[in-house]
């Protein structure tokens, strides 16, 4: 009885293994977005600015944080328990997803490495998801796992960044950061996810300890992540430079989209010459990306969210808060807020729900 049970489950388990086949796809034509086949914000204008192609996006990277320094977690606390929790922070940014969603926003950067929890600045805290020989930690996996899913059914495109120039210290020597590469571009690919573009490192020109991540020679590792193809499946790659810096040609050639950051673009004179020094470099079309800018004042018709999506860039919203200010209404200081809350963030969200007419 129990052999005939098995037998007749047996098909009904490989049939449910095989329809967790993913159902969110991002794609690239010339210098525009597709999810699913289809333009972001298809036949939408703004302006007399079109935006369909474009991939409204945020600075979202402690989805999966956690701090493994006993001597730095405790700042990280949250203000109702008095203890930090990594699993409650996922649970709530999976929470706040569907009203990211609602209104227009199409796209994340999550950081495997984090970025800064304190708005600026590196003092201590451990937070990455490779061992220090470059293997993936269990526990981030798992959360990184539930927001790329949550990602996917909400038909929503990740930024992944593998590293971080507060964080890469902690891996061994190149090697690792080799493996640390290939591991996570390979879980990626063989798990199904078809909603990942990648960001190889946040600001490539800052502070990294290993060569290979320097800008100099970042391209070595876009190229290997490019030729890594399973099941058909291959990643879309880039980097991004530190706020104002135009990437290099080699970068920018051999990248599948070009990553800027806005952040020190303080003025719309700025903010216009900058754009048009990054299209100087592009060869081939392919879409221009900000995904990390400090500038907001989003009333203003001369703001860098306006400025660029005039000019047919992607804007990407960072509200890096730092902890004098009301750290926990930040989306980069921690504990994070993942509501739609502060004044700042309402401004942000509800200039892109009138431009997306979400």
Request: hydrophobic share 35%; net charge negative.
């Amino acid at each position: 009885m129990k052999k005939t049970l098995l037998f007749l489950l047996l098909p009904f388990i490989i049939f449910s293994c095989a329809d967790s086949k993913k159902s969110t796809t991002v794609s690239i034509s010339g210098n525009q977005f597709l999810i699913n086949g289809e333009l972001t914000h298809k036949g939408r204008e703004w302006q007399d600015q079109k935006i369909e192609g474009l991939l409204f996006n945020s600075r979202m990277v402690q989805g999966i944080f956690n701090d493994t320094n006993p001597e730095t977690k405790d700042n990280f606390v949250y203000p109702d328990t008095k203890t930090w929790d990594a699993d409650r922070n996922t649970n709530e940014f999976i929470a706040a997803m569907p009203s990211w969603k609602s209104h227009g926003l199409d796209a994340f950067t999550l950081n495997l490495q984090g970025g800064s929890p304190l708005g600026y600045g590196n003092k201590g805290w451990i937070n990455t998801a490779f061992d220090a020989k470059g293997e993936l930690k269990a526990d981030y996996i798992t959360r990184l796992e539930r927001i790329l899913n949550k990602a996917d059914e909400l038909n929503m495109v990740v930024i992944l960044g593998y590293f971080y120039f507060g964080q890469d210290q902690f891996l061994d020597d190149e090697a690792a950061v080799i493996n640390a590469t290939d591991n996570i571009t390979k879980w990626i690919l063989e798990n199904g996810y078809t909603n990942v573009i990648v960001e190889l490192n946040n600001e490539t020109d800052i502070q990294y300890d290993h060569e290979i991540l320097q800008a100099a020679r970042i391209h070595e590792l876009i190229k290997r992540v490019q030729d890594t193809e399973i099941n058909g499946q291959k990643l879309l790659v880039s980097t991004s430079f530190s706020g104002g810096k135009v990437p290099t040609q080699e970068v920018a050639d051999i990248s599948d989209f070009i990553l800027i950051h806005g952040n020190g673009v303080a003025t719309q004179t700025k903010m216009l010459d900058f754009i048009e020094n990054v299209k100087a470099l592009v060869k081939t079309p392919k879409p221009i990306v900000i995904n990390e800018d400090d500038h907001f004042n989003f009333e203003s018709d001369t703001c860098n969210f306006v400025t660029a999506t005039k000019n047919y860039i992607s804007w990407g919203y960072f509200d890096f808060r730092m902890k004098d200010e009301g750290f926990e209404n930040g989306f980069q200081s921690v504990p994070v807020d993942w509501a739609i809350s502060s004044e700042k963030k309402k401004s942000f969200f509800n200039k892109m729900k009138e431009i997306t007419q979400e």
